[in-house]
């Protein structure tokens, strides 16, 4: 009688750790569908167009290149999507794409020229960002110095991210203080000056080549 107990025990373990093994099995092949089901943008570029139009250039981490160049190669792909606002913007990306649009690692922000002009379309432009906890508070901030989209597109054709190379940018010129969408958001509402570094297309390579300060609201 206790060895048949003892036995039952043995099977009812042997049971319980099959199917914790399934039930981790299970949620491994559950994240790397997620992974695969999922954009990743890691840079943002917002311009205005004609008509008062926006343009958000995104760069995406190509979760295929990234394991095959190790770092000597383009790990992005990047795309451009318009409309009046961020929704219309992402309506477009789901009509274009089967993935779902990932904010959860973008790391930088870059504003063109002609957004920053504008006080109207910047002032949408950031009380939309106000309003979308997607956004993180933490990403780091650039003008460009003409379009958005020509710095984010550099992130197709440099070797390993322009993320990652925007940041070693941002530490070596601005060592005291880091400009965040924080810093931005604060500034505009409280009325703070706050300057950020100015990107241009050097021969294919992001360069630095100055401050700018951005508009303050009007009250």
């Given at each position: 009688?206790?060895?048949?107990?003892?036995?039952?025990?043995?099977?009812?373990?042997?049971?319980?750790?099959?199917?914790?093994?399934?039930?981790?099995?299970?949620?491994?092949?559950?994240?790397?569908?997620?992974?695969?089901?999922?954009?990743?943008?890691?840079?943002?570029?917002?311009?205005?167009?004609?008509?008062?139009?926006?343009?958000?250039?995104y760069?995406?981490a190509?979760?295929?290149?990234v394991?095959?160049?190790?770092?000597?190669?383009?790990?992005?792909?990047?795309?451009?999507?318009?409309?009046?606002?961020?929704?219309?913007?992402?309506?477009?990306?789901?009509?274009?794409?089967?993935?779902?649009?990932?904010?959860?690692?973008?790391?930088?922000?870059?504003?063109?020229?002609?957004?920053?002009?504008?006080?109207?379309?910047?002032?949408?432009?950031?009380?939309?960002?106000r309003?979308?906890?997607?956004?993180?508070?933490?990403?780091?901030?650039?003008?460009?110095?003409?379009?958005?989209?020509?710095?984010?597109?550099?992130?197709?054709?440099?070797?390993?991210?322009?993320?990652?190379?925007l940041?070693?940018?941002?530490?070596?010129?601005?060592?005291?203080?880091?400009?965040?969408?924080?810093?931005?958001?604060?500034?505009?509402?409280?009325?703070?000056e706050?300057?950020?570094?100015?990107?241009?297309?050097?021969?294919?390579?992001?360069?630095?080549?100055?401050?700018?300060?951005?508009?303050?609201?009007?009250?």
């Amino acid at each position: 009688m206790e060895f048949q107990q003892r036995k039952r025990k043995e099977e009812l373990m042997k049971k319980g750790v099959l199917a914790a093994v399934l039930l981790l099995i299970l949620a491994l092949t559950q994240k790397n569908i997620d992974i695969e089901d999922r954009n990743y943008a890691l840079i943002l570029g917002m311009d205005e167009k004609q008509s008062g139009q926006w343009q958000a250039t995104y760069s995406f981490a190509d979760l295929s290149k990234v394991a095959q160049t190790k770092g000597k190669g383009a790990e992005s792909v990047s795309a451009i999507y318009r409309g009046a606002n961020h929704e219309e913007i992402e309506e477009q990306y789901e009509r274009k794409q089967d993935k779902e649009l990932e904010y959860g690692h973008l790391k930088v922000l870059i504003l063109g020229q002609e957004l920053v002009k504008d006080e109207g379309q910047y002032d949408n432009f950031l009380k939309e960002l106000r309003r979308r906890d997607e956004y993180s508070r933490n990403i780091l901030v650039f003008c460009a110095q003409e379009e958005a989209s020509a710095i984010v597109k550099l992130d197709e054709t440099i070797n390993g991210l322009l993320s990652d190379r925007l940041k070693r940018l941002e530490e070596q010129h601005i060592p005291t203080k880091t400009v965040t969408l924080k810093t931005v958001l604060r500034g505009y509402w409280e009325g703070e000056e706050v300057q950020v570094p100015v990107l241009k297309d050097s021969r294919g390579v992001p360069e630095f080549v100055g401050y700018q300060t951005l508009p303050m609201r009007q009250k």
